[in-house]
């Protein structure tokens, strides 16, 4: 990628002029707030920093921006106007998670933006809840109701009864939610997303002392053993992970990695591995215990590293040897025992090499031990903060805003307990509960925020008997999905390609890095970024919600955040010019210089062992196995990841990589499976478990375990706009809430159903190309 | 004089259809909708072909990424009537959509089929129309459409180095799906160039053409998925 050249300037004097009126076929990078659209030459094309939204991941993005002509409604009438428009969204070439990379749903942000089904304004509620009746009201009507209902709260001594239930913030706005409600006086802020990372942060917290998610330097690896994490596709951080992938593969001369795929279905991860091992669900961290168990037992792990960084390593090795070997393995795991010898040996003889788990691994009741097993494969080979290792990305260097401090009106309702804290530990399923109970205390007002429950949570929780149970609903969303259509109030948020936020990777690329989103383009919209409405709603409640969110803006409170952070980095000048920087770069990062320095030479991590002694178990599953034969394999979908893609009509005409489906849900069964349940390619099937049923199509899947059926995650909304609306099912409705107990992470891989004939309810539309394969390609 | 080329190594392709998306975005490819779709009648100038090989368990999938090959012996050019498919000084075979009269000749006769006819005019809901690519005319009904190596691009990269004085460096033009593909399976460039990435990735011992015995030539090399050996 050519570096793109920088060269706007602070002022609009003489550097920018020559610049906007250059030739037009420079790629330019430009501040939108220091460059007005009259100033913008026809036909030139500019290009600003930004973050992608599509996923927590975090990489980040320059979009292309253009003067161009757009019809828009002022005071009831339809004009024409120019305005500056997003044209393209590429990847950030100098971001260091990405390297100017993007994935499909990264692409196709710009129908975010430009979704025809967005929120357009405030609304209120008229009609019963779920009638989707609403008036447009003022944002000042708006910020009133709001702040009456909260100032109401609190003079009744009862501010702990507002939760705020949001998705995996971005960095600072996370920082503000969290101010905002300690300073208001509740201790709610919880957070949930159906594919989160709870189990994982537990599991390294555990071995070794991080409560956060671990960075795998794929590149540099020579083997690698994936334990049910989609990495290529979904998992974490699908474009860092792909690139560190194609470099594996094919980046070092003479060198060709090999990827060893574990997983119970065969997903697009599977697709690329050298090796597929379908395993019996759930029984990841026993194929790790058993491959400990042989390199222990032919002495292949790293002995210095294991005397000097480890604990516990007797015990383990006594468990790995007395309960694991490889026949006992291979019956719990359905792996034959010369396969799991074969890559033991391998595993610990190429190094470096790197186990990672996650995804299905994860979501089981036992998940906490699969994630320790296969932690503690890396700790055998000495590959912990090593070139080819895992390691922790260390976060940039921000200076912490002073503490809010507690006050009066606030002490009292923040030492309320938690709603989703049982004995220390979270639990959606209890919050739910409580919710629908009003006990120990009911709810009063919830803020809904990037997080759509209705669509997400499994409805065996009762989520939408206990929303009735809550008086006051409040919904950031930009679009009308599920959750928002049950709310209240709704309160749009600009999208994010008009929104001013930012991101610190996590895992990252192995250097300290942020990146900075601000205002693409002007907001299409009468919505407000939902920062600034918590801001707006702080000061008017009161002086000491005022003194904690003192900023007038949430762009403020951002480069209040960059000042510090400009400081500890000690690059000496002036803010504002390192500031205008950060915004031409579309963040902060240590620079490639400085970073070598500090992933080579990582802080020494010790690796404790016992974890996998007192938290192993057997994976447990909802169904009884006569009445429900087969595993249930939910996975986030390419396209449309939770389901949060699904309003991109882009990513719903994408054909499916593994089955080539578009538009629609499908189920994968196995065609052996198929025909013994007398169905074949197109037909449609009731998929039920105890709690539900759906109907989907099936797809023949020659990579279905046969006694397991697959279904994407995404489809099935029943709001959301009119490409996501009434197509395909949603199959986080069969789900049996079981959780994984230590971390509350959903046990989303754990459930059985039984697949019986449904009446057709329409085709399934899958794209057949005409192949032209040739034997050339298999010489 | 350049000799524009892509190498996709096949080793590095999983298949992610993230160089689809960016096709879309760039080009001004219609959203056809699930009854077109269902009727093969996507716009896809770049698509992901899946291959299964082997049985449970030992199943394999094979990913290839098929674009106008921009052939060399373009089987497509001498059966157009108007001469609105022809070939470019630099390689690249082009489409001119306002000569096209639709006989679809040309897509008959691609041994890659690889060409999208439009049956019909194409509407963008308000506001997505504001994304459109200003830089690519959109195409109506009755005209062929297919991949041009994000032609707008090469113009762009050259008009660029021509204010500055100098010729387009390697690397200068990138086509939407090459820049975006998350395993850097895709390399652009000119193929006269011996120095150029896509020059020396074309030399590997993993290279070959999609049906090569036709004698097409194309200008789109791929690399063969390797195995792992034992080293
Ligand atoms: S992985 Fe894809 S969706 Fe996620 S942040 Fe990166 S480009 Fe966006
Ligand atoms: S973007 Fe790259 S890896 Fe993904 S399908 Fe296209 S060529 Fe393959």
Not at chain 1, 40 to 62: E, H, K, M, N
Not at chain 1, 281 to 289: K, N, R, V
Not at chain 1, 290 to 309: P, V
Not at chain 1, 705 to 720: E, F, K, L, S, W
Request: aromatic share 10%.
């Amino acid at each position: 990628m050519k570096r793109r050249e920088f060269l706007i300037t602070t002022t609009l004097g003489a550097g920018a002029t020559v610049v906007l009126q250059g030739c037009g076929h420079r790629e330019e990078r430009l501040i939108p707030l220091l460059v007005s659209e009259e100033q913008l030459v026809p036909g030139a094309q500019y290009w600003t920093a930004s973050v992608c939204r599509q996923c927590p991941a975090g990489c980040g993005i320059v979009v292309k921006t253009m003067l161009g002509e757009a019809t828009t409604t002022v005071d009831g009438q339809t004009v024409r106007v120019k305005r500056r428009q997003a044209k393209k969204i590429e990847g950030n070439p100098d971001h260091p998670l990405n390297r100017g990379r993007l994935c499909a749903r990264g692409q196709a942000g710009l129908q975010v933006l430009y979704n025809p089904d967005r929120l357009q304004g405030p609304l209120r509620r008229t009609g019963p809840r779920g009638s989707d009746q609403y008036v447009e009201i003022t944002w000042e009507e708006a910020i009133r109701l709001l702040v009456e209902r909260l100032q109401g709260l609190r003079q009744r001594h009862q501010a702990h009864a507002l939760v705020f239930l949001t998705g995996r913030l971005s960095k600072h706005t996370r920082l503000l939610v969290e101010r905002f409600m300690r300073a208001y006086g509740s201790p709610n802020h919880i957070t949930y997303e159906l594919f989160d990372d709870a189990v994982e942060r537990r599991a390294n917290e555990l071995t070794m002392g991080r409560e956060a998610l671990a960075t795998y330097d794929l590149a540099r690896a020579r083997y690698v053993l994936s334990f049910s994490a989609p990495f290529l596709e979904t998992w974490r951080s699908p474009v860092y992970y792909s690139l560190g992938f194609g470099s594996m593969r094919q980046g070092r001369p003479g060198v060709r990695g090999k990827l060893v795929h574990v997983e119970p279905r065969f997903s697009l991860t599977a697709a690329s591995a050298d090796e597929w091992l379908p395993i019996n669900p759930g029984t990841e961290g026993t194929l790790a215990m058993g491959l400990a168990g042989i390199i222990i037992e032919e002495n292949l792990f790293d002995r210095a590293f294991i005397e000097r960084h480890t604990r516990g390593f007797q015990a383990f090795r006594q468990l790995a040897r007395e309960e694991y070997p490889p026949e006992r393995v291979s019956e719990i795991t359905a792996i034959p025992a010369e396969t799991i010898v074969r890559l033991a040996r391998e595993f610990a003889q190429h190094r470096p090499s790197l186990a990672l788990g996650g995804g299905a691994a994860a979501a089981h009741t036992n998940g906490l031990f699969n994630l320790i097993a296969i932690q503690a494969l890396n700790a055998l080979v000495g590959n912990l903060g090593r070139p080819g290792g895992l390691s922790f990305t260390p976060d940039p260097p921000f200076q912490e805003f002073p503490p809010v401090p507690e006050t009066p009106q606030t002490r009292e309702s923040l030492r309320q307990p938690r709603l989703d804290r049982v004995d220390g530990a979270t639990s959606i399923p209890a919050l739910i509960e409580r919710w629908r109970s009003g006990q120990p205390y009911a709810v009063d007002t919830l803020f809904l925020y990037e997080v759509n429950p209705l669509f997400t949570l499994p409805p065996a929780l009762g989520v939408r008997e206990a929303l009735q149970k809550i008086p006051f609903i409040v919904s950031f969303s930009s679009f009308k999905d599920e959750s928002a259509a049950w709310a209240d109030l709704i309160l749009p948020d600009h999208t994010y390609l008009e929104s001013w936020w930012d991101e610190v990777p996590e895992p990252g690329a192995g250097q300290p890095a942020v990146g900075l989103a601000q205002p693409v383009v002007k907001p299409l919209y009468n919505t407000r970024l939902t920062s600034d409405v918590l801001l707006h709603v702080a000061r008017t409640i009161g002086d000491d919600m005022r003194a904690a969110l003192p900023w007038e803006r949430f762009e403020d409170f951002l480069k209040e955040a960059y000042r510090g952070l400009h400081r500890a980095v000690g690059e000496g000048g002036d803010f504002e010019h390192f500031w205008e920087e950060v915004l031409k770069n579309g963040g902060w990062w240590m620079p490639d210089d400085q970073r070598s320095s500090l992933t080579d030479h990582p802080e020494p991590q010790t690796f404790d062992f016992s974890p996998a002694l007192s938290h192993r178990r057997q994976p447990t599953f909802a169904g009884d196995e006569r009445a429900y034969p087969f595993h249930l394999h939910i996975y986030p979908s390419i396209a449309f990841f939770d389901g949060r893609g699904a309003n991109q009509p882009w990513l719903q005409e994408m054909p499916d990589p593994m089955t080539t489906v578009a538009w629609g849900s499908w189920v994968e069964i196995h065609p052996r499976t198929a025909e013994q349940l007398g169905v074949s390619e197109g037909d449609w099937v009731w998929i039920e478990s105890p709690h539900g049923r759906i109907q989907a199509p099936v797809v023949l899947f020659p990579g279905a375990r046969p006694d397991t059926v697959n279904i994407p995650v995404g489809q099935g909304h029943q709001a959301y706009g009119r490409y996501a609306k009434d197509r395909g099912a949603n199959p986080v409705r069969l789900l049996t809430p079981l959780m994984e107990p230590v971390s509350g992470g959903l046990a989303w891989a754990a459930t059985r159903v039984k697949v019986s004939k449904a009446p057709d309810r329409g085709r399934l539309v899958t794209v057949g190309y005409t192949r032209v394969h040739t034997e050339a390609e298999r010489r | 004089m350049a000799k524009w080329g892509m190498v996709i190594d096949l080793d590095r392709c999983t298949g992610c259809e993230a160089c689809v998306i960016a096709c879309h975005a760039e080009n001004n490819l219609p959203i056809v909708g699930e009854e077109e779709s269902a009727k093969g009648r996507q716009h896809n100038w770049i698509r992901v072909e899946r291959y299964w090989e082997g049985e449970y368990p030992h199943i394999r999938a094979r990913f290839i990424p098929v674009l106008c090959q921009q052939c060399d012996h373009a089987p497509c050019e001498p059966v157009c009537p108007v001469y609105a498919t022809y070939h470019n000084p630099e390689g690249l075979n082009a489409q001119v959509y306002n000569r096209c009269i639709g006989t679809r000749f040309c897509a008959n006769n691609c041994p890659y089929t690889v060409r999208v006819f439009n049956w019909f005019d194409h509407h963008w809901e308000k506001p997505l129309d504001e994304q459109l690519n200003p830089d690519v005319s959109i195409r109506t009904r009755g005209m062929m459409e297919k991949c041009t190596f994000c032609i707008q691009r090469i113009h762009r990269a050259r008009h660029q180095a021509e204010d500055e004085g100098r010729d387009i460096r390697d690397g200068d033009v990138q086509p939407a799906c090459v820049q975006s593909c998350p395993t850097e399976a895709m390399v652009f460039g000119d193929l006269d160039d011996p120095d150029s990435r896509v020059s020396q990735r074309a030399r590997s011992r993993r290279a070959f053409r999609l049906l090569e015995e036709l004698g097409t030539e194309p200008s789109v090399i791929y690399l063969k998925g390797d195995e792992w050996v034992e080293p």
